[in-house]
T-cell receptor
Framework: DTEVTQTPKHLVMGMTNKKSLKCEQHMGHRAMYWYKQKAKKPPELMFV???????INESVPSRFSPECPNSSLLNLHLHALQPEDSALYLC??????????????FGNGTRLTVT | AQKITQTQPGMFVQEKEAVTLDCTYD???????LFWYKQPSSGEMIFLIY??????QNATEGRYSLNFQKARKSANLVISASQLGDSAMYFC????????????FGTGTRLTVIP
């Protein structure tokens, strides 16, 4: 079983909806990540939180809004998405920055479909 | 700039045989980490093995070994005694030394194990 839990597993939303993706880890990690993966493509980094502070935003459109309420939780708020935003959204966690040997531990992902 | 290249879109291997998945990289940073992940059709990214740029020996984890040739900038994954459950997408990834330990991924190799 994965130690990073993502909910929901599947989400279908309209372009005018507001929804949130949730991610939780209990491994004591202090860095958390959101990746987006389109079909048959590698994951692409969206956001990184380090010690609950946003450290990297890879020029993601503002219709995606991340939030890190505490060291165990990471949310991704969605609003006014486009059909091209349909993808697998992966959450990951790791030991903090500066440790290049710290692997990212991923959740099972949320498959998002925007209609 | 850093770059990861996986030149094999798809590979086939007979069950119980060994297979090598290729990965080459390019970076000007002296310190970096190289990772391999497995992604089954379910979507989860499963960490397999890690190699640090200063590690003198090739990494091994059970049936997985990493053939690290620093001068050639290659980090090939060797899977011994292939099993049907090894059929999946395999991604090579490199850690960025700046900020949190976020990874960027190669394009992946789809491995199919034939009974």
């Amino acid at each position: 079983d994965t130690e990073v839990t993502q909910t929901p597993k599947h989400l279908v939303m309209g372009m005018t909806n507001k929804k949130s993706l949730k991610c939780e880890q209990h491994m004591g990690h202090r860095a958390m990540y959101w990746y987006k993966q389109k079909a048959k493509k590698p994951p692409e980094l969206m956001f990184v939180y380090s010690y609950e502070k946003l450290s990297i935003n890879e020029s993601v459109p503002s219709r995606f809004s991340p939030e890190c309420p505490n060291s165990s939780l990471l949310n991704l708020h969605l609003h006014a998405l486009q059909p091209e935003d349909s993808a697998l959204y992966l959450c990951a966690s790791s030991q903090p920055s500066g440790l290049t040997n710290s692997p990212l531990h991923f959740g099972n992902g949320t498959r998002l479909t925007v209609t | 700039a850093q770059k990861i290249t996986q030149t094999q879109p798809g590979m086939f291997v007979q069950e119980k045989e060994a297979v090598t998945l290729d990965c080459t990289y390019d970076t000007s940073d002296p310190s970096y980490g190289l990772f391999w992940y497995k992604q089954p059709s379910s979507g989860e990214m499963i960490f397999l093995i890690y190699q640090g740029s200063y590690d003198q020996q090739n990494a091994t984890e059970g049936r997985y070994s990493l053939n690290f040739q620093k001068a050639r900038k290659s980090a090939n994954l060797v899977i011994s005694a292939s099993q049907l459950g090894d059929s999946a997408m395999y991604f090579c990834a490199m850690s960025r030394p700046t900020g949190a330990n976020n990874l960027f991924f190669g394009t992946g190799t789809r491995l199919t194990v034939i009974p």
